[in-house]
């Protein structure tokens, strides 16, 4: 049996890949939110994504679900002490993302 360690590259991708990843990730850090407040605050996602999504980064350990016993059910979603490690990479992300979008979009010296 081969037991290889998977590539750290690799792993970020498979935990935080796709398109709404991130975006949750992101929302979570400023804030502890509801379902509903993170389909406000990513309106493209639909239902079905998010639902999985927040299920998968539950699963790695990102983040935490809380249910409280009220009626109607009230459930929050909150990035766990586990996942807190990771606001320093999406600083870094970020960041690189805003000195991209400005090479990208500068105007070529003439």
């Not at 009626?71 to 990035?79: D, G, I, N, T």
Request: glycine share 4%.
């Amino acid at each position: 049996m081969n037991h290889q360690r998977e590539c750290p590259v690799e792993t970020i991708i498979q935990v935080l890949g796709g398109k709404w990843k991130p975006m949750i990730l992101w929302q979570l850090i400023e804030s502890n939110k509801r379902f509903n407040d993170l389909e406000k605050h990513i309106p493209d996602v639909s239902q079905k994504m998010l639902s999985q999504h927040l299920r998968d980064l539950e699963h790695e350990g990102i983040i935490d679900r809380k249910v409280y016993p009220t009626v109607p059910p009230k459930v929050e979603y909150s990035l766990s002490e586990y996942g807190k490690t990771l606001i320093p990479v999406a600083e870094v992300m970020c960041a690189w993302g805003e000195n991209h979008n400005k090479k990208k979009y500068e105007a070529p010296a003439s």
